[in-house]
Nanobody
Framework: QLQASGGRLVQAGGSLRLSCAAS????????MGWFRQAPGKEREFVSA????????YYADSVKGRFTISRDNAKSTVYLQMNSLKSEDTAVYYC??????????????????WGQGTQVTVSS
């Protein structure tokens, strides 16, 4: 089970850190990802992190502004979001997958999903 939190209303240019806590004792075996869905749009990939946390991946739209990290001891993955823009407004979802297929972008390859947390960036 995944529980995302940290979403709120923030001004453009501000920062926010999302957290996603996982239950169970196998967190370190999962590749973790963040996706988002803006109103009227399809859900899109934001970022992913390897099991060890050494490798990270970002959508071009957030590269250089967002940072994904994980703490396997706390079974938690984070998304630090800086320099927020109005177009970052969306419901953010954390997700977990058990295998690497050569890409991190396809949501169908993630088996487990959190409930989503709303991020609203006011301009």
């Amino acid at each position: 089970q995944l529980q995302a939190s940290g979403g709120r209303l923030v001004q453009a240019g501000g920062s926010l850190r999302l957290s996603c806590a996982a239950s169970g004792r196998t967190f370190s075996t999962y590749i973790m990802g963040w996706f988002r869905q803006a109103p009227g749009k399809e859900r899109e990939f934001v970022s992913a992190i390897s099991r060890s946390g050494v490798n990270t991946y970002y959508a071009d739209s957030v590269k250089g502004r967002f940072t994904i990290s994980r703490d396997n001891a706390k079974s938690t993955v984070y998304l630090q979001m800086n320099s927020l823009k109005s177009e970052d407004t969306a419901v953010y979802y954390c997700a977990a997958r058990t295998y690497y297929s050569g890409s991190y972008y396809y949501e169908d390859e993630y088996a487990y999903w959190g409930q989503g947390t709303q991020v609203t960036v006011s301009s």
